[in-house]
């Protein structure tokens, strides 16, 4: 019941910042859908196609990012209002503080993507209709599937870090990590992997993958996620009980 009242507390406290945050949220998100899904070439009637697939990775970028920021909101407004020296006055078990958060931040995640997907439509009335051409690309699952699964990754590695240091450090100490990282993984590459194999190995991967079946597949590529994610949030209470509130 206490892990339940957590999770409400979470956006009865936040509610306000939340559903600002969305509504400025909508609005930048559909006059990035206008730009993607492109204007009619002239001197084609009805016909319509999408903008430079480079938009469109930006696209894809901006709701990834956005996502990601909105599901730690929670993290900062705690942080601002030392939200946490008042939890350590309360007979409240540091675990369940952690369970509720991992919670709040996967219903966020869900809300902000719905966010995302709303703020479409306008933009495709307003290129011409709901018959746009491009709506099939824009609303293809693997957009959506990539999304939700990379920003659930992206906060199971980084929440641990946030519940040990705090959201402030814990982002400059994430952002050490991820950049050594990508520096080592570069190093390794360059010396110690040869190009024309690594390309090969991926071409293979790719064909694998696109002969495997779609549901089966979904299926084991979130559940995977949602085993890392829970790994991660016992990480995040054993991290979590041994910092000073």
């Known amino acids: 019941m206490t892990l339940l009242r957590l999770f409400a507390r979470d956006f009865r406290a936040n509610g306000l910042y939340l559903a600002t945050s969305l509504g400025i949220l909508f609005v930048m998100s559909t006059g ?24 469109m990775l930006l696209y894809l970028s901006m709701i990834i990012v956005s996502t990601k920021l909105a599901s730690i909101l929670f993290f900062k407004i705690d942080e601002m209002n030392d939200v946490q020296g008042t939890f350590a006055s309360l007979p409240v078990a540091r675990n369940e503080i952690v369970k509720a958060r991992y919670m709040s931040s996967l219903v966020q995640v ?14 495709a009335l307003i290129r011409g209709g709901l018959d746009h051409i491009g709506l099939k ?25 946030y519940f ?10 994430f952002t050490v990590i991820q ?34 079946n779609a549901f089966l597949l979904l299926s084991a590529i979130i559940g995977g996620t949602l085993l ?10 054993k991290l979590y009980n041994t910092k000073d509130l």
């Open 32 to 55: 990035l859908a206008y730009g993607v899904l492109g204007e009619p070439p002239q001197g084609y009637d009805d016909q319509w196609v999408l903008a430079d697939s480079i938009e």
């Open 228 to 237: 890392i994610m829970a790994g991660s949030a016992t990480l995040s209470i």
């Open 137 to 161: 690309l824009v609303y293809h699952p693997a957009v959506w599937i990539i999304s939700f699964v990379l920003v659930l990754l992206s906060n199971s590695f980084s929440f641990p870090v």
């Open 179 to 212: 950049v050594l990282m990508l520096v080592t993984t570069i190093a390794l590459l360059v010396n110690f992997v040869d190009n024309d194999s690594f390309f090969r190995a991926v071409e293979q991967l790719i064909k694998w993958v696109a002969a495997q």
């Open 110 to 123: 869900l809300v902000v993507l719905g966010v995302h997907l709303l703020a479409i439509l306008p933009a």
């Open 164 to 173: 040990r240091f705090g959201l402030t450090r814990g982002l400059a100490v």
